[in-house]
């Protein structure tokens, strides 16, 4: 089956999608974006993601291309056309199409809109998931805003390479002062000796992950003791556990950082517990 793709007003097949040579998100990255979780072929957290879009917007001065309603119209739409049941649906929104000029184009110009859903090998992720993965740390040298959904991700794809390269599947950031900020596309978290979990605050050095909010409800429903604060690379590899949390992974087990086994090297209760019980906190469908 060929895939389709919604852009700006018209769905097309995937080798007709494109868009024009002067959209700012090709020229300057001027644009949000979201990844949203389909499941059963319904949309998770649908509301959630379009409140945060709306922040993203909002911050960097764009306004809603159309209604949080008509985008999530456009959405479940693109994921029917594509019969995905399990996967993911992008959303990109772009400040639209203007003569290359650094400031804003002129009042009135039409935000670009793009959707695109696919499949995901759930059955992969989940032996990953069984088997845990390693990350590595990078100094974290993004722009100062990472609590915006940018599309602006060059940091994040070099860290990514930085990863596979050294034979990890993710990259944490590392701040100035030595503490863990996030991974290059999801949120870290760690369980201390003392059965604390601990991940960073949400404020503007780290991206309010989805999963992220729904973890905290899911943590407190278990019972389990939480800190938001800053911890260092030294402490996470001292941990019990260690996890990541993003819209395509849900919780994924880490048991190495740097190549130094996290506990006893292998996925840990905790994590197990979170993975198996976030769906029953999200909002599906």
């Known amino acids: 089956m060929s895939r389709i793709a919604y852009v700006n007003g018209r769905y097309r097949p ?9 959209d700012r998100g090709y020229q300057f990255s001027d644009g949000v974006y979201e990844v949203c979780e389909v499941r059963d072929g319904r949309l998770v957290d649908e509301r ?20 949080p309603a008509a985008l999530g119209v456009v959405m479940r739409e693109t994921v029917r056309r594509n019969r995905v049941e399990n996967g993911l649906v992008y959303l990109q929104v772009s400040r639209g199409v203007a003569r290359r000029d650094h400031a804003f184009p002129r009042s009135g110009t039409a935000p670009a809109v793009v959707v695109t859903a696919r499949t995901l090998d759930n059955a ?32 994040n794809v070099l860290a990514k ?3 596979r390269e050294q034979g990890a599947r993710e990259a944490w950031f590392v701040d100035r002062e ?11 978290w760690i369980v201390t000796a003392g059965g604390k979990v601990v ?16 973890l905290l409800g899911a943590i407190a429903a278990q019972g389990l003791s939480l800190e938001e604060r800053p911890f260092t690379v030294a402490e996470a590899q001292a941990a019990r556990e260690a996890f990541l949390s993003s819209a395509t992974q849900i919780v994924m087990p880490i048991i190495k950082i740097d190549g130094k086994p996290v506990g ?3 996925p840990g209760p905790v994590a197990r517990a979170l993975r198996q019980a976030f769906h029953g906190h999200a909002e599906v469908g």
Do not use: F
């Not at 995937?14 to 002067?22: F, G, K, L, S």
């Open 14 to 22: 995937w080798r007709e999608a494109t868009v024009h040579v002067e």
């Open 48 to 67: 959630r993601h379009m409140a945060r879009l709306e922040r993203s917007l909002a911050a960097l001065r764009m306004p809603m291309p159309m209604s």
């Open 124 to 155: 992969g992720n989940e032996k990953l998931a069984a088997a845990g993965i390693g990350v590595v740390t990078v100094p974290d040298n993004r722009w100062g805003r990472p609590d915006i959904k940018s599309i602006s991700l060059l940091p």
């Open 161 to 163: 390479q930085a990863a």
């Open 178 to 188: 030595g503490n863990v900020t996030e991974g290059s596309s999801s949120n870290a």
């Open 199 to 214: 991940t960073r605050a949400a404020d503007t050095a780290i991206l309010r992950g989805i999963t992220r909010d729904v």
């Open 264 to 266: 006893d090297g292998k």
